[in-house]
């Protein structure tokens, strides 16, 4: 596809997405949430939780050595990073109502899971398109395209290791609350689901420290990737020492690790 044609699809996604972002956005002004629990119980993704679980997530992938490969120094990253989240949680909350949250006796986010289904919707490429002008508006036309490059080759791994799987698209607990089972309790809500209807699930995981995290859970590794390998530092200034931050595929099938 040429590049004006590429240019024209984004835009033109990204326009119709961003109009049903300002109805999504209304809506969670308006509506409201439809389950009430208690303090550190894990509960549906409402649109009102979006300030607080982006604070969350910034938090949590603020060490991260994929998204810190991305956006190298804190200034950069604190900048551009929280446009990014928030649109995820629009994009994929919005197209598969799969977005689970806890949060602690003042309502704030401590921990986020966001899932999606094993084939994008129509819908849910509208708002990934808006998702990339907005990465490209906040990071730059080099970082989105190896933002983008990552993403479309993990999304052909993704459909080449389990394409009837629920994907776990980010998840993570404020760092300040890790340690206390809270994630587990949110994990378990995704993994219940993909239970329910007889389907694995499936993750990339960005940080090798969570791997052990995963296979207590019934995951077990099926391939590590590389996607910076050979390729400039996140500065673009010199190539990456080694093969650069790794990428753990991993999936659960139905009745493991109960």
């Not at 998702?131 to 036309?141: F, M, R």
Request: hydrophobic share 40%.
């Amino acid at each position: 596809m040429e590049r004006g044609s590429f240019t024209t699809l984004v835009c033109t996604g990204g326009a119709v997405a961003l109009s049903a972002a300002l109805v999504w956005t209304l809506r969670g002004r308006v509506t409201v949430v439809a389950e009430s629990v208690g303090p550190f119980e894990p509960r549906p993704y409402h649109p009102s939780d979006s300030v607080s679980s982006t604070r969350q997530i910034t938090a949590t992938f603020a060490t991260d050595p994929v998204a810190r490969f991305l956006l190298t120094d804190d200034a950069r990253y604190h900048a551009a990073s929280p446009a990014v989240y928030t649109g995820m949680l629009w994009a994929l909350g919005a197209s598969y109502e799969m977005t689970d949250v806890l949060c602690d006796e003042r309502g704030e986010v401590v921990s986020t899971a966001i899932w999606e289904e094993a084939e994008m919707t129509v819908g849910g490429a509208l708002r990934m398109a808006a998702v990339l002008v907005t990465v490209l508006s906040v990071t730059g036309v080099r970082d989105t395209l190896r933002f983008g490059r990552m993403m479309l080759a993990l999304e052909a791994k993704r459909h080449q290791h389990a394409p009837t799987a629920l994907h776990l698209q980010l998840f993570g607990t404020d760092p300040a609350m890790q340690g206390k089972r809270l994630g587990s309790k949110l994990i378990r809500v995704g993994i219940d689901r993909a239970e329910r209807r007889g389907v694995p699930c499936y993750l990339e995981s960005s940080n090798p420290r969570n791997v052990p995290f995963y296979l207590r859970h019934g995951f077990v590794e099926i391939e590590k990737v590389y996607p910076f390998a050979g390729a400039a530092d996140g500065n673009g200034r010199k190539p990456v020492e080694g093969d650069g931050p790794v990428m753990t595929l991993m999936i659960r099938k139905p009745g493991e690790g109960r």
